[in-house]
T-cell receptor, first 113, second 113 residues
Framework: SQKIEQNSEALNIQEGKTATLTCNYT??????LQWYRQDPGRGPVFLLL?????KEKRKERLKVTFDTTLKQSLFHITASQPADSATYLC????????????FGIGTKLQVIP | KAGVTQTPRYLIKTRGQQVTLSCSPI?????VSWYQQTPGQGLQFLFE???????NKGNFPGRFSGRQFSNSRSEMNVSTLELGDSALYLC????????????FGDGTRLSIL
């Protein structure tokens, strides 16, 4: 069956360092992958979308890579700040046409001042 | 532009009752998706509506149903509530169906006693 794994439940990192979060998937051939940020008590907020034919996407301090051979996406936050502390979710389309997105359980990132 | 609005924010029900949750999408968005979020399972896709038609459905029992109105507003209904239905129910809207980032509301926290 289809499965998404995110690297750990919690990741602690020192302010100013680069945070790297991992999203692995099995039994999928997604056309695209998305990353969302979720703060406690709030809904997820869309950050980046990367298509299967794109290797890398950047937005300000954020960078996403998508390796369809390894079945993996990496999400990087450079020069991390305490305000980046949140849970980060990866999501893959699973229907090839309609909005049927499957989310990973998320990685909780804590940036320590 | 107003974001996705979900009402109510909190709801307490008892087993066997039924509940209706409401979602107003961003103006101009025609696709509305519903998700259930629990600590152990993460975000689970319930269904998507587009132009008043259910386009996709997740793996949930028939007690979970929804509908979409001509103004794109959507409602979700859960009948014969069970303790396991306690969760955060999130609604997300997008301009079109398919390859689109989703904009989430802050959810309805449903507690079953």
């Amino acid at each position: 069956s289809q499965k998404i794994e995110q690297n750990s439940e919690a990741l602690n990192i020192q302010e100013g360092k680069t945070a790297t979060l991992t999203c692995n998937y099995t039994n999928y051939s997604p056309a695209y992958l998305q990353w969302y940020r979720q703060d406690p008590g709030r809904g997820p907020v869309f950050l980046l979308l990367i298509r299967e034919n794109e290797k890398e996407k950047r937005k300000e301090r954020l960078k996403v890579t998508f390796d369809t051979t390894l079945k993996q996406s990496l999400f990087h936050i450079t020069a991390s700040q305490p305000a980046d502390s949140a849970t980060y979710l990866c999501a893959l389309d699973s229907s090839g046409g309609y909005q049927k997105v499957t989310f990973g359980i998320g990685t909780k990132l804590q940036v320590i001042p | 532009k107003a974001g996705v609005t979900q009402t109510p924010r909190y709801l307490i029900k008892t087993r066997g009752q039924q509940v209706t949750l409401s979602c107003s999408p961003i103006s101009g968005h025609r696709s509305v998706s519903w998700y259930q979020q629990t600590p152990g399972q993460g975000l689970q896709f319930l269904f998507e509506y587009f132009s008043e038609t259910q386009r996709n459905k997740g793996n949930f029992p028939g007690r979970f149903s929804g509908r979409q109105f001509s103004n794109s507003r959507s409602e979700m209904n859960v009948s014969t509530l069970e303790l396991g239905d306690s969760a955060l129910y999130l609604c997300a809207s997008s301009l079109e169906t398919g390859l689109q980032p989703q904009h989430f509301g802050d959810g309805t926290r449903l507690s079953i006693l």
